[in-house]
């Protein structure tokens, strides 16, 4: 291998984005079909380029090649488009006359999402590849469409579903009577057991899903552990990040409602449900029973006590404490949670307080010391 050459070298340069041992890549595509799966309107260069031309990948404004697509979705980063070298740039209409001559663009009202659009053109998720690998282990009875890929040293229970096209990556564990829909990924070292999965589910590796809620009673001599009898439902298109763990109900379901994300680290509890597209940040906990309403945002390290409501598109701050309701629409923070306008004037009160001078202490002192 020349110098220069190795692994570390390679890091570092601007072709390593999507690098293709990690990635598929599809295309090359014009600039019409790109405009057409983004949803936006496609608008030729001005100068410097004939018609007919197409597009091979994508990359940074900064960085980005004459054959490439770049995006531009916040205005601090404005300049970078007035330098690009990009061959086409997606943008909002209030950059569209922005974009330098020599590059065509894909104008549209979000930019972000027709970027997410001709990623996945270029870039499409890994389809199945059918077939058992010899190492797994298939239990009695189970049903798994010829179109999935089971990993090595996966284990599937007794009775288990698995719907087509359906990815077990290597390592992860199917409880017994687990169903899985079709075209879902399953991650390494992922455990599933107790539950009901729809389409298009993704669980990032060493999820955990189904085991037993946090539920005991207090005995003479000490605790005694509550049956764990209900399931977890994730329902279609929802996303599991990294060691994230959802506990099965208790007499009733834990289900996480369509759509919705979970960042790595989360904890839900027993008999907790969440509505459809709601997001729940890194690190956050959700203490069992509690309901939230669709598109509910809770962010990072927030903190939910049992058996409370949130409601449709509340926002929970970072490293905020709910103890009680909130309201539909409602933006809280803090701890315990109040909303935004009445905790930054609590701050901006404490501040103030904290730079008045004390005045009497200040006269006694003078006096001691005639």
Not at 107 to 114: D, W
Not at 116 to 130: D, I, K, L, Q
Not at 225 to 238: A, I, M, N, T
């Amino acid at each position: 291998m020349a110098r220069g050459q190795g692994p570390a070298a390679q890091a570092g340069r601007a072709d390593t984005v999507a690098d293709t041992r990690f990635f598929t890549r599809h295309g090359p595509f014009s600039g019409e079909q790109l405009a057409e799966a983004a949803g936006g309107e496609f608008v030729p260069a001005r100068e410097g380029h004939a018609d007919g031309r197409t597009y091979s990948g994508i990359g940074p404004l900064q960085s980005a090649a004459p054959s490439e697509v770049s995006f531009l979705d916040n205005r601090r980063y404005a300049a970078l488009l007035d330098a690009t070298k990009a061959g086409l740039v997606i943008v909002a209409p209030a950059f569209a006359k922005r974009v330098p001559p020599g590059s065509a663009a894909i104008v549209s009202p979000t930019p972000y999402l027709a970027w997410s659009r001709v990623a996945r053109m270029f870039h499409p998720a890994r389809s199945a590849r059918p077939g058992i690998h010899t190492m797994a282990v298939i239990g009695a009875d189970s049903a798994i469409d010829p179109s999935c890929e089971i990993g090595p040293f996966a284990v599937i229970g007794d009775g288990v579903e698995i719907g087509a096209g359906t990815i077990i990556g290597s390592h992860a564990v199917i409880g017994d009577g687990v169903r899985i829909g079709q075209d879902c990924r399953i991650g390494a070292q992922v455990v599933v057991s107790h539950a009901t999965l729809g389409d298009r589910v993704i669980l990032f590796p060493g999820a955990k899903i189904g085991q037993d809620g946090f539920g005991f009673a207090v005995g003479p001599a000490g605790f005694e552990s509550v049956p764990q009898l209900g399931h977890v439902v994730l329902e279609h298109d929802v996303e599991i990040g990294a060691n994230s763990t959802i506990d099965r109900g208790s007499v009733q379901d834990t289900v996480i409602g369509a759509g919705s994300r979970l960042d790595n680290l989360v904890q839900i509890g027993h008999n907790t449900r969440l509505g459809k597209c709601c997001i729940v940040v890194s690190q956050a906990g959700i203490s069992g029973s509690t309901e939230l309403g669709d598109y509910v945002t809770v962010a990072a390290q927030a903190g939910l006590i049992g058996h409370i409501k949130i409601g449709t598109k509340a926002r929970i701050g970072a490293q905020c404490g709910v103890m009680s309701d909130v309201e539909a629409g409602a933006d809280v923070i803090g701890s315990p949670a109040m909303p935004f306008r009445e905790f930054f004037r609590n701050v901006a009160t404490l501040r103030r307080l904290s730079k008045k001078p004390e005045s009497g202490n200040a006269g006694e002192a003078g006096a001691e010391e005639k």
